[in-house]
């Protein structure tokens, strides 16, 4: 295993000051148990938003907590779920008495979780909702998870979600809008290799030097198939076909384009990947009106990339286009 | 060879035209020759700064066009210098009247290609400066380089000089400000893992599964030494002293420090080492007062890291500060 680490059972925690220490103008960072707020938080009067997950899928979701997106977010160990007294402890610190929303990526671990903490924090007097984010399009039930997995499609609810509150709308508003960018969301992910978890040493799974997985899961789960290594055109057409079509989106349709490397891909590929995705879309007369490049919901140190589409309207584009400043996401600020 | 891509003699122009989709409002891209400008170029009466250099090392220079930066960059092929006509034409799209400058990487084919295309920039009336970026302390000479190599400072001149530019000052003072960060800063990288080069189809060198190399070019040139992998301390030592013992950055310093992923590796990990170098800073009494962590200046899919310090005084922390709006570093706009 070559990683710029130390111990294994140190990566969460020293990568966690590591950020605390570069972002200290825009959070804060709780050791006992983790989660991480915003600098000045509670927001009085606003409804709060808390994330978390499994870590080694950075910059989500610690990167997403600051103004227009987060409050908080709970890291896990890699690729496990955050404990019960993580979300309620990051719940009541963003509560500004207006209520909590809870987004949750769809594994069973974090799910069942945060069902406990929304609970724990109603005894306290807190009002919480939860959305559930299920948009993989690649299998219906998985390792870790009943139904279909939660991954990009919750970058984009954080930040319109985010947007929302900041208006100061109340709780039911703001959940409904994430759950609107969740229902209108679809995603599909590939793997050219694994990923490391730290504390295995080995990759996930095996993957022959000729080979790639489709609808893989951010956590290595199995996807649908393997194959050969094709072109960007092929598998983009790959990605990309499932997902208009399980939604489906149609032509007239203004989308927002995502793009996302899973922590082992360079830029340069990734748009590569966007322009074949701009011709799919222009082809069945699918417009794409915002668009995201990036490595923003990744696997470690997977090589491959995911594509998420959401279909847009000029709410959620007004929300999307909302200032954001955060360490991962930051514009109009 | 596995990559997100279609045929390797494609991959500059269809990442371009993918760039330009993605950031259709920030930048524009001419295929003939190859430079991408400000979407609104030239500006009347600011100095305009064009930097260029092979690709492979996105985001750098495109995704640093926009306000606040770079007015234009011309991509090479990957790891290949750009040609004068390149640099000329974009030389000639950004003239606003108050001369250009060049921000250019010591390499060997860069410098004589800027300088080239300086002279004919000059013959067509446009007054150019050139500042030549050398702060890797690891090598003096090295393949493709007389002296020392350019690498991460490249991306903070380009980001204070723009901003220098945007107050519009004159050609001389931009200049002078590009040359005192490069003056003022140091830099070392190391790999855990080759680059694979598209055309070539194989990695370019070979790094055994449980080795790594110390001052390694962001072209995969040879560095200082190889080694097993250690850990990330050990790592940030190897990589922090030398720079620190060669300005030398003393007690009291104020620095901005800059850990630059090299393309396949995880920001999970980056922000590790930026935890160990705050150790290192405080333990010599060197205050970060200003920080980048990510993945600015790549090399294709290369895991490893780099480390840059740059003294810093009041007047280039004001103009890090600036306002910044391109597609790579965004902020205050």
């Not at 590591?18 to 960072?29: D, T």
């Not at 090589?303 to 279909?311: D, E, F, H, P």
């Amino acid at each position: 295993m070559k990683k710029l680490i130390n111990k294994p059972e140190n990566v969460v925690k020293e990568s966690l000051q590591g950020m605390a220490l570069a972002h200290a103008n825009l959070i804060k960072v709780s050791y006992n148990p983790y989660f991480i707020t915003r600098s000045n938080t509670p927001t009085e009067g606003k409804v709060g938003i808390v994330s978390g997950g499994g870590s080694g899928h950075e910059p989500l979701h610690g990167g997403f907590v600051g103004f227009g997106m987060l409050d908080a977010a709970c890291p896990g160990e890699v690729f496990t779920s955050p404990t019960p007294d993580q979300m309620q402890a990051a719940t009541l610190a963003v509560n500004g008495g207006a209520g909590v929303l809870h987004i949750v990526k769809n594994y069973t671990g974090d799910v069942l979780n945060f069902e406990m903490a929304a609970d724990l924090a109603r005894a306290d007097g807190i009002e919480v909702e939860s959305v559930v984010t299920n948009d993989d399009v690649a299998v219906k039930d998985s390792l870790y998870t009943a139904g279909r997995r939660g991954v990009g499609v919750t970058v984009l609810a954080e930040k319109i979600a985010g947007a929302a509150a900041e208006q100061k709308r109340p709780l039911k508003e703001v959940a409904d809008i994430c759950r609107k960018v969740n229902n209108y969301g679809r995603s599909m992910g590939m793997a050219l290799t694994s990923c490391t978890v730290p504390a295995a040493g080995k990759p996930t799974f095996d993957l022959p030097d000729d080979e790639m997985e489709i609808g893989i899961g951010i956590h290595g789960e199995p996807g649908r198939s393997r194959m050969k290594v094709k072109t960007a055109a092929e598998i983009t057409e790959m990605l990309a076909n499932p997902i208009i079509e399980d939604l489906p989106f149609k032509s007239g349709d203004s989308v927002l384009a995502f793009v996302n490397g899973m922590g082992g891909t360079p830029l340069i590929e990734l748009y590569i990947i966007y322009n074949e995705l701009n011709k799919i879309c222009a082809g069945r007369g699918i417009k794409i009106v915002r668009n995201l490049v990036g490595s923003y919901i990744t696997s470690l140190d997977m090589a491959g990339c995911s594509i998420t589409l959401v279909k847009m309207d000029d709410e959620l584009i007004k929300l999307w286009d909302a200032p954001v400043n955060t360490p991962g996401l930051r514009w109009g600020i």
